[in-house]
């Protein structure tokens, strides 16, 4: 992969993410630099990750040659000014939130057009995420390039429509959110039922990965699969969990879309 300079605009989990999954790629951190108005981020991302450079300045981390965006909505519009006449006329900004469209990114940044906007998700961390990217149609092909080129080491990064990044963002980028203290429960009752911790562990996420790939490459209908397990113990709870699930998430994909 060719090495070229990145900026982060923001510190927090999501940054800490991608750099500790292009560690774990093998991709150097020298060329990065991420700013941030808390003191403390800086300090725990230079602990973590030394080779990089830590900035309060945002101005300094936007003129890198790809900018990652990396901040909560409420802070785009004042940062986003701040910003917008240190990005170089030849760089790029990748904005790594929902709600934002390019559309509404280049008239914050006074017309600036050079755009991608990725969802990424936590499983980046270990090189297994799934971060869907959209590209503003005044990137060449040489540019999207470059921001693949980021993100590939993290996962599978497919291209997708920009209308539908804020699907991605509730189903992959928060799903795990959804199912993580299920499994760790399992763990904790497994142990409960005589089993070491690890031997626990080892079961549930074999588990999982079967249970994935039986979903992918069985080849049956979603019936046919949920009922290869004929004994069902939490039946009677799964129309409540699945309206629960059609509620919360129904309200907050509309409000991201909003």
């Not at 450079?53 to 003129?63: F, G, I, S």
């Not at 785009?76 to 990114?105: K, Q, Y």
């Not at 149609?137 to 539908?164: I, K, M, N, W, Y």
């Not at 089993?195 to 490459?217: D, P, S």
Request: aromatic share 6%; charged share 15%; with cysteine.
């Amino acid at each position: 992969m060719t090495e070229q300079s990145v900026g982060f605009v923001g510190g927090g989990r999501v940054v800490r993410i991608v750099l500790a999954g292009w560690r774990r790629a093998g991709r150097p951190l020298s060329n990065v630099v991420v700013s941030d108005s808390d003191a403390g981020v800086l300090n725990r991302l230079r602990a973590e990750f030394p080779s990089l450079t830590v900035t309060a300045d945002n101005r300094q981390a936007a003129k890198q040659g790809i900018v990652l965006f990396a901040l909560h909505p409420p802070a785009f519009p004042a940062v986003l000014a701040e910003i917008s006449e240190s990005l170089p006329a030849d760089g790029l900004l990748v904005s790594l939130a929902p709600r934002w469209t390019m559309r509404a990114l280049a008239g914050a940044l006074g017309g600036f057009n050079r755009l991608a906007r990725v969802i990424p998700n936590a499983p980046s961390i270990v090189n297994r995420g799934y971060n869907p990217v959209s590209f503003s149609q005044h990137l060449l092909p040489q540019d999207r390039a470059r921001v693949v080129s980021l993100f590939a080491p993290l996962g599978s990064c497919p291209e997708v429509a920009e209308d539908t990044l804020e699907a991605y963002a509730i189903v992959a980028a928060m799903g795990p959110t959804y199912l993580w203290y299920q499994l760790y429960h399992l763990i904790d009752l497994g142990c409960e039922f005589g089993l070491t911790r690890e031997a626990a562990a080892q079961a549930v996420i074999a588990m999982l990965e079967g249970a994935a790939g039986t979903m992918a490459e069985a080849g049956m209908t979603p019936e046919g699969v949920m009922d290869l397990i004929p004994v069902k113990p939490l039946a009677p709870i799964e129309q409540t969990v699945k309206e629960a699930y059609s509620h919360t998430l129904g309200a907050l994909h509309q409000k991201l879309k909003s």
